[in-house]
């Protein structure tokens, strides 16, 4: 089975940058889409990125593009976030997830069931 450890949150002020980790371990073959997620206080969950393993395809919503980007490290086992440009409405936690199968994208949003979910670490964007 397939665990989850997100890293990197914090506190930065607008304009700043993060890179959030996602290390995989145990049966890692069992994956192959890693998604990013957030969720605001308040707010419905947002996908904000995912990589297929399997092909190297990644999505981003149109309102992230440029500012965020994910990779991989394949030595570490390791999904990352790179979080560019931070605004305050982009405070959330954030979740990593992981599912058998490639990313999809359904009306311009991720879609369908991730089985493996980290515990999420919050960003938090403020002056």
């Not at 073959?29 to 996908?47: S, T, V």
């Amino acid at each position: 089975q397939v665990q989850l450890v997100e890293s990197g949150g914090g506190l930065v002020q607008p304009g700043g940058s993060l890179r959030l980790s996602c290390a995989a371990s145990g049966f890692t073959l069992d994956y192959d889409a890693i998604g990013w997620f957030r969720q605001a206080p308040g707010k419905e969950r947002e996908g904000v990125s995912c990589l297929s393993t399997s092909d190297g395809n990644t999505y981003y919503p149109d309102s992230l593009k440029g500012r965020f980007t994910i990779s991989r490290d394949n030595a570490k086992n390791t999904i990352y976030l790179q979080m560019n440009n931070l605004k305050p409405e982009d405070t959330a936690v954030y979740y990593c997830a992981a599912r058998p199968w490639p990313c999809t994208v359904a009306r311009g949003r991720l879609s369908g069931r991730y089985d493996y979910w980290g515990q999420g670490t919050q960003v938090t964007v403020s002056s």
